[in-house]
Nanobody
Framework: QVQLVESGGGLVQAGGSLRLSCSAS????????MGWFRQAPGREREFVAV????????FYTDSVKGRFTISRDNGKNMLYLQMNSLKPEDTAVYYC??????????????WGQGTQATVSS
């Protein structure tokens, strides 16, 4: 069982930045692909970014390309999402998720509780 805890959310003005963090309990954190998802009020949860277990592959949804950067530190069991040039439409609860490296990037077994990011116009 992998326990994930997000942090770093908050309120920021449009154009500003936030850095989200996700701490993992599992000592085999490096065996998991890690993703960020978000859910805005009244909308379905959507994929934001994923990073492979080794960190050598990343993918982003089109709306955040060039603005968000996903990274990880396997030695510290940490996942990050650097969010720059934030827009009001980025307002959502952000979740990190873990899926074993043997699975596709579409499959996640463990989820955090989420952290709220609010971007004011």
């Amino acid at each position: 069982q992998v326990q994930l805890v997000e942090s770093g959310g908050g309120l920021v003005q449009a154009g500003g930045s936030l850095r989200l963090s996700c701490s993992a309990s599992e000592r085999t954190f490096g065996s998991y692909n890690m993703g960020w998802f978000r859910q805005a009020p009244g909308r379905e949860r959507e994929f934001v970014a994923v990073i492979s277990w080794s960190g050598n592959m990343t993918f982003y949804t089109d709306s955040v390309k060039g603005r968000f950067t996903i990274s990880r530190d396997n030695g510290k069991n940490m996942l990050y999402l650097q969010m720059n040039s934030l827009k009001p439409e980025d307002t959502a609860v952000y979740y990190c998720a873990a899926g074993h490296r043997t699975q596709s990037f579409r499959t996640y077994d463990f989820w955090g509780q989420g952290t709220q990011a609010t971007v004011s116009s």
